[in-house]
């Protein structure tokens, strides 16, 4: 049994492998959950979220709440864009080129 599984393991990609252990991992846990899935988005009002009116959701559903990033990236990476000053020109279309040694375009 060791050796099918080990010729399973080398002959699908690893990405293919990973997302068929996801299905089944689904698979196995679909009884824990019940319905599909939904998401709504809510905004805070003193401490608490307050969801739109078409949330209908019983007492005690349990949710997960995550906040959402209001922020750009380029606003997130401001102290650190532009702080390189010697790149070469060309250095977007080839850095291949430069960090790996590839031939330029």
């Known amino acids: 049994m060791h050796i099918i599984h080990n010729a399973f393991r080398w002959r699908w ?3 293919a492998r990973m997302r068929a252990k996801a299905i089944w991992m689904a698979a196995k846990h679909k009884g824990e959950r019940s319905g599909a899935i ?4 809510g905004k805070v009002t003193k401490g608490a979220v307050v969801l739109p009116p078409e949330a209908d959701l019983p007492d005690g559903t ?3 709440v995550e906040p959402i990033a209001t922020e750009t990236l380029a606003a997130r990476l401001e102290g650190v864009i532009g702080i ?3 790149m070469p020109s060309d250095w977007a279309e080839n850095h291949d080129h430069y960090v ?3 031939l330029r375009r």
Do not use: E, I, K
Not at 38 to 41: F, I, R, S
């Open 13 to 15: 990609p690893r990405h």
């Open 38 to 41: 939904m998401g709504y988005l």
């Open 62 to 64: 349990m949710v997960r």
């Open 84 to 86: 390189v000053r010697d």
């Open 100 to 102: 790996h040694g590839t």
